[in-house]
């Protein structure tokens, strides 16, 4: 089946700092799936980040961008100078594969930015 | 706009109870998703809903677990014979009704279920 990969379970940037936090999907479609981050900060509900739907597409928000590599199967999420409010736990997510809606998520990366 | 509702948003129950957990979709939105976080398996997917039918329980345990939509405003999730290993906060989900999947899914604060 379908899969997300996030190999980084915690990260911790000093502010100003870049970030990348790594994603690479599995997706067994002969087309290509639909990729997301979903971010929860802290207290919060998780809600999405950014979104590509076609690849070599790049997305971005709030100074947060990912590239959508079908070569690859990556779709890491990328900020050059991160903020101590980006602290959160961040998904990499992908639906549309095989005609299924629904959202397959990595195991999630929980960032922290310290100040 | 309330955003995805959810209740209750915590649930106590004693090994073999039953429990239901209610959601309440974003209005106009007919896409309904129900998933399920623990630390162990992460987010996964259970079940889902288009214009109130039911189109993918391929997430959901075969046994126990069941999912309705009896309306376009909301739909239901129960466990029957409630187990220790059912606790988990249980997310419902709702989205626009086309893309292929592609649009955002707005999630409710989720329901957190203790089995004791």
């Known amino acids: 089946g379908d899969s997300v990969t996030q190999t980084e379970g915690q990260v911790t940037v000093s502010e100003s700092k870049s970030l990348i936090i790594n994603c690479t999907y599995s997706a067994t479609s002969i087309g290509y799936p639909n990729l997301f981050w979903y971010v929860r900060y802290p207290g919060e509900g998780l809600q999405l980040l950014l979104k590509v739907i076609t690849a070599g597409q790049k997305g971005s928000s709030r100074g947060f961008e990912a590239t959508y590599n079908k070569e690859a199967t990556s779709f890491h999420l990328q900020k050059a100078s991160v903020q101590e409010s980006d602290s959160a736990v961040y998904y990499c997510a992908l639906s549309g594969s095989s005609g299924s809606w629904q959202l397959i998520f990595g195991s999630g990366t929980q960032l922290t930015v310290m100040p | 706009n309330a955003g995805v509702i959810q209740t209750p948003r915590h649930k106590v129950t004693g090994k073999g109870q039953e429990a239901t957990l209610w959601c309440e979709p974003i209005?106009?939105?007919?896409?309904v998703f129900w998933y399920r976080q623990t630390i162990v398996q992460g987010l996964e997917f259970l079940t889902y809903f288009r214009n109130q039918a039911p189109i993918d329980d391929s997430g959901m345990p075969k046994e126990r677990f069941s999912a309705q939509m009896p309306n376009q405003s909301h739909s239901t999730l129960k466990i029957q014979s409630t187990q220790p290993q059912d606790s988990a906060v249980y997310l419902c989900?709702?989205?626009?009704?086309w893309g292929g999947g592609s649009y955002e899914q707005y999630f409710g604060p989720g329901t957190r279920l203790t089995v004791l």
């Open positions: 209005s106009g939105h007919s896409a």
């Open positions: 989900a709702s989205s626009l009704d």
